[in-house]
């Protein structure tokens, strides 16, 4: 290990001890420090960080160069405590003009059709349920996709159908009330759970067969099987994405509350509580995401405008 590979791994130690996750920084700053070994370099300088970022994107910046560059910057600051010679790229190097495309807004006979599919396809009863109940968990409530594999079994309050999100992102950790179909969902899944396996290693609510917890990198897999089994978005620009679970829940709620004639101006900030969002202005983005919904919008405030004129 060079002095460089033993410095990011003290790195990220450190920042870990103090309640950083540092999940993209693992993953990006390897292949960073690799490059300056491959070029014999051993300080941290902005022209090698440029040169990384381009050699890894070279003929567009894109939406992961200024966060390769973050991801840079921190290590950078790190060392410079060292190493006097370090240079710590400056905030704005590469601008981040983030443009979100166009996202797969989810069926409910879509959702059916990759639930049926965790049956069909999966032969193990424990790990067909574990994925059928997750994958309806997160149509029924927006959570991200990290934060229902980090439940463990005592996040969940059974009497009241309430799950406690424990420090997710930006450190936020909330309360989210279910209906009552989705804590029954939970409740036959747990039932289930205690039969086939009833000494888990680990607390976690969800788990693999290997009675652990289950990580992102084999579920993603999964999931993406389970969408192609389906038949699901075979027409569309992308392969649906997980996450796109979240996004079809923020919408079909705002739809909800126009549909309605509910205020959803009043109601938005509840919405951006709820999903955890760091502010309202994040929620405010799905109005754009489906053509209908934006319709409904603009529809609902020419309506306004003209009851002002009258």
């Not at 994107?57 to 370090?86: K, M, Q």
């Not at 999966?122 to 994958?135: F, N």
């Not at 992102?216 to 389906?230: E, G, N, Q, T």
Request: charge should be positive.
């Amino acid at each position: 290990m060079t002095d460089l590979h033993q410095a990011l791994a003290d790195y990220l130690r450190l920042r870990r001890s103090l309640g950083h996750q540092m999940a993209e920084a693992a993953y990006l700053l390897p292949d960073f420090v690799s490059f300056m070994d491959n070029r014999g370099e051993q300080t941290v300088a902005v022209a090698v960080a440029l040169d990384w970022m381009k050699t890894r994107e070279p003929e567009v910046v894109t939406t992961v160069s200024p966060r390769r560059i973050t991801a840079v910057r921190g290590f950078a600051r790190y060392l410079s405590g060292t190493d006097p010679a370090t240079e710590v790229p400056p905030l704005g190097l590469v601008p981040y003009n983030r443009r979100r495309g166009q996202i797969f807004l989810y069926s409910d006979a879509d959702i059916a059709a990759i639930m049926a599919a965790t049956e069909d396809t999966i032969p193990q009863p424990l790990r067909a349920a574990t994925y059928h109940t997750l994958i309806g968990l997160l149509a029924a409530s927006g959570l991200r996709i990290g934060e229902a594999i980090k439940l463990d079994r005592d996040d969940i309050d059974w009497p009241q159908g309430v799950l406690h999100i424990r420090e997710s992102k930006f450190g936020k950790s909330r309360l989210v009330p279910l209906q009552g179909s989705a804590t029954n969902a939970l409740r036959e899944y747990d039932r289930l759970r205690k039969d086939l396996m009833p000494r888990p290693k680990d607390p976690a609510f969800f788990f693999s067969l290997t009675a652990k917890r289950l990580i992102y990198a084999c579920v993603h897999p999964v999931f993406r099987a389970l969408v192609d089994a389906a038949g699901v978005g075979r027409d569309a620009p992308h392969r649906p994405r997980l996450h796109e679970l979240r996004h079809t829940f923020a919408v079909r709620t705002l739809l909800h509350w126009y549909r309605t004639e509910d205020n959803v101006q009043a109601r938005i900030p509840s919405l951006s509580t709820y999903m955890g969002h760091r502010e309202p202005a994040c929620t405010y983005w799905y109005l754009s995401a489906a053509p209908e919904l934006l319709a409904l919008a603009a529809a609902r405030r020419d309506g306004v405008r003209k009851a002002a004129r009258s």
